[in-house]
């Protein structure tokens, strides 16, 4: 009854071709990218050592160090995290536990899409205007940041509001019942178990912000500053920005150099990325509900 | 009668209220919050009234809407006679955002595909971890990659004086929006439900049948949808453009010419202008064309999408 018929037969080839086709695809997409990543390891392995991540940049940046990018890139990172972190999290808590569906919330939403779809030059030009101008920061760490802060702020957003949705509603209403306040709830009910979630927004948010170059370009990074910050209100050098000074502004930079450069930054965000997969991974593992 | 009643809800409603510091701080976070919630709308018009405001000085003088949607002429630090046109910038953009989407839709989509049809178990957690990290890269890595990498394979290959070029820019803004696009529409094929796939594998139908009649027309919005995401990104894509095209204005006749885009002039220029000249003004122009056709594309990249979530 169940005898392999010629039709089937014919359809499971044909099944196993698009298969292959598709995974040619995937493999033809993915396998460029990861020889183009070794190029970056193998070339930048060679330069990079404890020296090269402590020391400053000498000789007209042609040798030396980048610690003075890597300095700047955690204080840009820091202090946009100061400001875009408390937002993110306030907005994700309104669109997930106070707004109701209605056009509000919907236009709430497209801002939010816009806000991430925003080119970032145009984002850097509204740092220029905002922030070093109109608000008079100057350049600074902290026109640049918040620049960023503002630019990223869908990540965090989009990572929090996914982990407070997850938070089953019958949580809440056990906690209402109990005769709390809709802040008492959040702030003991869902805060708390969606906290690890909020977490690996956080991190990624932090890869984000330490790779853009163009909106910091403007508002607060420079090529080249012999001094470490020592304010929000200082200029500093970026690692994202270094590498494109380096690599296009410089003359008579040794070949491998900048991919030393871009060996540590790519490093810097794909190891944060990976934290964050894992440790999401790791809490699926280790849902209860 | 009814009087009466009023004044007895009122005594009642007194003597319930419990109004105490908890309550207070409940109605201040509830401010608190919805401050953050309308944060990004305010944000979106801060955007686009800081960058007119510092381009509408060039669109009230000097604007003249002909020259600078048609003339392919961008000399804007000549002290004479500055020219203004972006039709050659446009032109780069478009080029280059075009070759990439040709390189990026049927790559990202067949991975779509792939991971969420054909592969399961770990090969498919493993792809989509390696997608998500791929996404990850910064631009400017990428425009490194096209700098240092892709520029000499390119004259190697082709025999051409530049590598730095449409083709080059093409790949690697494809390269770039594909991750993106791939989760996108991954995303859009998961949302078909499984009942779907069910009925049609109970008519007989093989997978590839599953997936071409059922499951593809389903999400038919979804991938729409990550396609124009994927315009969206590489129309504004800023540092890789700016190091892999070759930045030279020009109205490209084939993938080895040498462009400029329209973000990457922005990004050269800026720095060397004065604050209020008219180099300065016009591109913030350019910032507050690119800001309102970004979010056209987003705009309708979301209606597309919440079409079938309704359907």
């Known amino acids: 009854m169940f005898e392999t018929s010629e039709l089937n037969v014919h359809n499971q080839r044909v099944q196993r071709l698009y298969r292959t086709l598709f995974l040619m695809m995937t493999l033809l997409l993915i396998i460029p990218v990861l020889l183009i990543l070794g190029t970056l390891i193998v070339k930048g392995g060679s330069v990079i050592s404890i020296d090269f991540l402590f020391t400053s940049p000498t000789d007209g940046m042609t040798a030396g160090g980048l610690f003075p990018a890597l300095f700047g890139t955690v204080w840009l990172v820091a202090v946009a995290l100061l400001i875009s972190v408390p937002l993110g999290i306030a907005a994700a808590i309104y669109l997930s536990e106070y707004a109701g569906e209605n056009w509000f919330t919907r236009i709430i939403n497209l801002a939010i899409i816009n806000l991430a779809g925003v080119p970032s030059i145009v984002h850097a030009l509204f740092g220029v205007g905002a922030f070093v101008l109109f608000f008079k920061f100057g350049t600074s760490i902290l026109a640049a940041s918040l620049t960023l802060a503002i630019m990223t702020l869908p990540v965090v957003i989009v990572a ?16 209402w019942n109990m005769g709390a306040t809709r802040w008492q709830t959040i702030r003991r009910v869902v805060l708390p178990n969606a906290v690890s979630g909020i977490l690996t927004g956080v991190i990624l948010e932090v890869s984000r912000t330490s790779g853009e170059t163009a909106p910091i370009m403007f508002t607060g990074a420079v090529f080249f500053t012999p001094f470490l910050p020592q304010s929000v209100f200082d200029q ?11 690599s296009t502004q410089v003359p008579g930079v040794p070949e491998d150099l900048p991919y030393g450069v871009a060996l540590v930054l790519i490093a810097m965000v794909l190891i944060m990325n990976s934290v964050s997969i894992a440790f999401r991974m790791y809490l699926r593992g280790k849902k209860k509900w | 009668m009814p009087g009466q009643q009023l004044t007895k809800t009122d005594d009642l409603s007194a003597a319930f209220d419990r109004r105490n510091a908890d309550w207070y701080i409940d109605k201040l976070v509830q401010v608190l919050v919805f401050i953050g919630g309308i944060s990004a709308i305010i944000f979106v018009i801060a955007i686009f009234a800081f960058v007119t405001k510092e381009g509408f000085g060039f669109i009230l003088d000097r604007f003249d809407l002909q020259e600078f949607f048609t003339s392919p002429y ?32 049927p790559f990202s989509l067949g991975t779509a595909v792939f991971i969420a049809e054909f592969a399961s178990g770990k090969t498919r957690e493993g792809l989509k971890v390696l997608v998500e990290l791929l996404a990850a890269i910064p631009s400017v890595v990428w425009g ?20 730095l070029n449409v083709l080059n820019a093409g790949i690697i803004l494809g390269l770039m929006a594909a991750p993106i696009m791939t989760s996108i529409a991954e995303d859009a094929l998961k949302a078909v439900p499984d009942r779907y796939r069910e009925a049609a594998e109970a008519m007989g139908a093989t997978r590839w049948q599953v997936i071409y009649k059922t499951v593809l027309p389903a999400a038919k919005n979804g991938l729409l949808g990550a396609v124009l995401l994927g315009v969206g990104r590489g129309f504004g894509e800023t540092m890789a453009v700016l190091m892999a095209t070759g930045h030279s204005v020009n109205i490209p006749g084939s993938v080895f010419d040498s ?53």
């Open chain 1, 160 to 175: 929090t509001r996914e982990s407070l949705t997850a938070v089953p509603h019958a949580f809440r209403e056990a906690c």
């Open chain 1, 236 to 246: 500093t050098m970026a690692m994202s920005l270094h590498l494109f000074v380096v």
């Open chain 2, 74 to 105: 961008w000399y804007p630090s000549d002290e004479d006679a500055p020219e203004y046109g972006i039709l050659a910038l446009i032109a780069g953009t478009a080029s280059v955002t075009g070759l990439a989407m040709l390189v990026a839709i």
């Open chain 2, 144 to 163: 490194f990659i096209g700098l240092s990498i892709m520029n000499p394979i390119i004259i190697d290959v082709f025999d051409v004086p530049v590598g």
């Open chain 2, 259 to 311: 462009v400029r885009a329209l973000t990457a002039t922005i990004a050269a220029e800026l720095g060397e202008t004065a604050v209020g000249s008219d180099h300065y003004q016009v591109l913030f122009t350019i910032g507050i064309f690119l800001f309102l056709i970004t979010f056209v594309i987003n705009l309708t990249a979301d209606l597309i999408v919440r079409g079938i979530r309704k359907g």
